[in-house]
């Protein structure tokens, strides 16, 4: 099968078009080991996903890792899950999960660059459970509406077992 990779930020960094061959399949794990985004302000989900829909291919398997937190992308979303099997991997960071109890904690936006310090003693853990529990919901009933298989990694966690299982339960369908 064909294989291809597009990196983004606020813009596509890198594309790497679909080819079949173990050297591009060293091609793409290379850049992925390798390359170093743009410093980005922000990231553009809605834009890469138009990007892909406007590529005009059909009846791929793509595979979306983010953390889906982003505004307006269910048009181009539903516009790729019905034209080919989309899978999104969602990146979760382990301190959204299991929030810290440390008192005064300061924060940066890797996207905006803006700090702040968050009071971990005002606003509770069990609230911030509350607010990651129903982003989490959102996303999940988007993918759900649309088809989309979703497969949840941690960053510095192993991954691999989770998406072993993930294709072991596509192989019984």
């Not at 399949?25 to 302000?41: C, D, G, N, V």
């Not at 940066?108 to 968050?118: A, R, S």
């Not at 509770?124 to 088809?147: E, M, T």
């Amino acid at each position: 099968d064909q294989v291809g990779l597009i990196l983004f930020g606020q813009e596509i960094e890198l594309l790497i078009p679909p080819f079949k061959g173990t050297a591009h399949i060293h091609r793409i794990m290379e850049a992925l080991f390798t390359y170093k985004p743009k410093k980005s302000t922000k990231t553009n989900l809605k834009g890469a996903l138009e990007f892909v829909a406007k590529l005009k291919k059909r009846n791929h398997m793509l595979f979306c890792i983010s953390d889906f937190i982003a505004t307006n992308f269910e048009k181009p979303l539903s516009l790729l899950s019905h034209k080919h099997d989309f899978v999104a991997i969602r990146c979760l960071d382990k301190n959204e999960i299991v929030f810290p109890n440390v008192g005064l904690l300061p924060m940066q936006d890797d996207e905006t660059g803006q700090t702040m310090v968050l009071d971990t003693r005002i606003i509770s853990a069990k609230k911030l459970k509350n607010i990651f529990d129903q982003r989490i919901a959102q996303q999940n009933s988007l993918f759900k509406k649309y088809g989309i298989d979703c497969v949840d990694i941690q960053p510095g966690n192993p991954f691999v077992g989770n998406l072993i299982r993930f294709f072991r339960q596509r192989m019984q369908y």
